[in-house]
């Protein structure tokens, strides 16, 4: 079982910015890719970044720009940073890991809210 602790969350005016810390209890290098997902109210949950444990990173078209995921694996943590934050960035954001058996773990999710 892999446990996730997102922090980092609060409010922020448009243009601002915030980085978002996730802490894993395992090692992340065990993962096969450790993640951050967001959800805005009456929407689906959709994928930000992703940080795969063999190197280089993904970013979702949204955000793409405007956002760098990355890790430290001697303290098992992944960070997002998010700059230039727009109103429509409000949402939950939510840690992500996939093992090395396939299974995902989630964390319980951080309040991002972007006022305009």
């Known amino acids: 079982q892999v446990q996730l602790v997102e922090s980092g969350g609060g409010l922020v005016q448009a243009g601002g910015s915030l980085r978002l810390t996730c802490v894993s209890s395992?090692?992340?290098?065990?993962?096969?890719?450790i993640a951050w997902y967001r959800q805005a109210p009456g929407k689906q949950r959709e994928v930000v970044a992703r940080s795969p444990s063999g190197g280089g990173t993904y970013y979702a078209g949204a955000m793409k720009g405007r956002i760098t995921i990355s890790r430290d694996n001697a303290k098992n943590t992944v960070y997002l940073q998010m700059n230039r934050l727009k109103p429509e960035d409000t949402a939950v954001y939510y840690c992500?890991?996939?093992?090395?058996?396939?299974?995902?773990?989630w964390g319980q999710g951080t309040q991002v809210t972007v006022a305009s």
């Open positions: 395992t090692s992340i290098v065990s993962l096969m890719h």
């Open positions: 992500n890991a996939l093992s090395g058996t396939f299974d995902n773990y």
